[in-house]
C-alpha cells in the first residue's frame, strides 16, 4: 500500500469518549475563554467535510479544548496537525490524542492571537514543499470572543500573503455567530451587507456551509453557530493596501441605512469635505445616493481607488493624511493607540515642506 494510502485510511485507536475526557479531568467550561464544546463526532466529521479533501493535508486548528474537531480531522486523514490552544487544563487530554496518532499533532499551548504560525507552521518546510503548494488548512471552532479580530487579522495576512498565506493556497473553515457567519457571506443588497462582508470577499470566495444549533454544544451559548469556508483569490479584487481598504470601508459603513456619500464624506477634513467627496464619487463613477449595503465589490474598488488617489495628489487631504499619521504615531509612542492601527500610507508621499 503506498505511503498516501495509509495516510488516507488512518482511523484513532479506542480512546475515551470526549465527554468521557471532560469528566476524567473535571473540565468545567469557562465562560471568558468563550468554551463551548461539541461532543457529537458526527457534528465535527461535517465540519471537517466543508474544508474539502483533508488527505495529506497540513492543518493548524485553533482551540481544539477537549479535542472532538482533532479527532474529525486526524481521522479525514490530514498529515500534520498543529492545535493551538489557550488554557493549560486541556494539555493532558490532547498529549493523550498525540500518543494515540504518533508524529501527526503537535500541542501548542498559547494564545492564537499572538501566535506566528508562519515559525510554526508547516513543520519541515522544504523548497520542493513548497514548490509543490502545499494543501495548507486552518480549521476551528472558535472562541467567539477572538472570531472577529482573528479573521481580520487573517484577512490581512491574505492580502499580504504573509503568515500561513505566504504559499499561497490556505484555507479556513471557520465557526462564527450565526450572525456574523451571515454578515461575512451577504451578497451585494442583502440586509446583513456589513463592511465584514466586503472585506472578506474582496480577498476571498466565501461559502456559509450550514448552521449549528447552539443546542449542539456544551454548555449551550445563547447563539446558533454558522461554519464559514474561505477559499482566497489568486488576486484580490482591490489591489491597494490592506489598512486603506479597511479605512475607506469603515467609514461608508459607518452609515449602513444612509446613502453612500455620508460615511464617504468622514473621510475628508471638514474644511474642504463637500468638494472631496464630490470629486471622490465623481471619480470612482459612484451615484452618491447608493445604500452601503448596494455596493458592489467593484464599485467599492474603485472608491477605494478614487480615495487612494486623492490621498497622494490632494494638497488639502495630503497634508491631512500626513498629520493624522503624525498624531497616531504621537499617540502610540504615549502607549495611547497600538501601533497597527496606523494607515499603510504607502499610496502617498508627505507634503513638501515648501
Ligand atoms: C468554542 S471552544 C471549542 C473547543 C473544541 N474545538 C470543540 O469544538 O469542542 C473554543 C476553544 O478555544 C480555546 N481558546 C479561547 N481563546 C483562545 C485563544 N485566544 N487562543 C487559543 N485558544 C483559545 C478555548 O479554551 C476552547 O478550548
Redesign the pocket.
Known amino acids: 500500500m503506498s505511503a498516501s494510502r495509509k495516510l488516507a485510511s488512518f482511523r484513532l485507536p479506542p480512546l475515551p469518549t470526549?465527554g468521557e475526557l471532560i469528566k476524567l479531568y473535571n473540565l468545567r467550561a469557562?465562560k471568558q475563554?468563550?468554551?463551548?464544546?461539541?461532543?457529537d463526532l458526527r457534528l465535527?466529521d461535517k465540519l471537517v467535510r466543508q474544508a474539502g479533501s483533508l488527505r495529506d493535508a497540513h492543518v493548524c486548528?485553533?482551540?481544539?479544548?477537549?479535542?472532538?474537531?482533532?479527532r474529525s480531522i486526524l481521522n479525514a486523514g490530514a498529515a500534520d496537525v498543529l492545535v493551538?490552544?489557550?488554557?493549560s487544563r486541556?494539555i493532558p487530554g490532547l498529549k493523550l490524542l498525540s500518543e494515540a496518532a504518533p508524529g501527526k499533532l503537535r500541542i501548542v499551548h498559547?494564545?492564537?492571537?499572538n501566535?506566528r504560525m508562519d515559525r510554526g507552521f508547516p513543520r519541515n518546510i522544504s523548497k520542493s514543499w513548497e514548490e509543490d503548494l502545499p494543501n495548507l488548512h486552518i480549521i476551528?471552532?472558535?472562541?467567539?470572543?477572538?472570531a472577529t479580530p482573528l479573521i481580520i487579522k487573517w484577512l490581512e495576512n491574505i492580502a499580504n500573503r504573509t503568515g500561513p498565506f505566504v504559499y499561497g493556497r490556505t484555507r479556513l473553515t471557520l465557526?462564527f455567530q450565526k450572525e456574523v457567519a451571515e454578515r461575512l457571506t451577504a451578497s451585494t443588497g442583502s440586509r446583513q451587507r456589513s463592511r465584514l462582508s466586503v472585506m472578506a470577499q474582496y480577498l476571498c470566495t466565501v461559502r456559509n456551509c450550514f448552521t449549528i444549533p447552539g443546542r449542539a454544544?456544551v454548555p449551550k451559548p445563547e447563539v446558533d453557530v454558522g461554519v464559514v469556508h474561505f477559499t482566497p483569490l489568486v488576486q484580490p479584487q482591490i489591489q491597494q493596501p490592506f489598512k486603506l481598504v479597511e479605512k475607506v470601508v469603515r467609514n461608508i459603513f459607518q452609515f449602513r441605512r444612509k446613502f453612500c456619500h455620508k460615511g464617504v464624506e468622514k473621510l475628508f477634513p471638514e474644511a474642504c469635505r463637500m468638494e472631496l467627496t464630490q470629486e471622490m464619487m465623481q471619480k470612482a463613477d459612484v451615484d452618491p445616493t447608493v445604500r452601503p449595503t448596494e455596493l458592489t465589490i467593484p464599485q467599492v474598488r474603485a472608491l477605494v481607488d478614487a480615495y487612494a488617489y486623492l490621498s497622494a495628489h490632494d494638497p488639502h487631504l495630503l497634508n491631512y493624511e500626513y498629520r493624522e499619521e503624525l498624531r497616531l504615531k504621537h499617540l502610540a509612542r504615549q502607549k495611547k493607540v497600538p501601533v497597527d492601527t496606523f494607515m499603510d500610507m504607502s499610496t502617498s508621499t508627505p507634503p513638501s515642506p515648501l
Do not use: A, H, M
Open positions: 470526549v469557562e475563554l468563550s468554551q463551548n464544546f461539541l461532543l465535527t486548528e485553533v482551540g481544539p479544548g477537549p479535542g472532538g474537531l482533532t493551538v490552544e489557550k488554557d486541556f498559547g494564545d492564537i492571537l501566535y476551528g471552532n472558535l472562541p467567539f470572543s477572538v465557526t454544544f
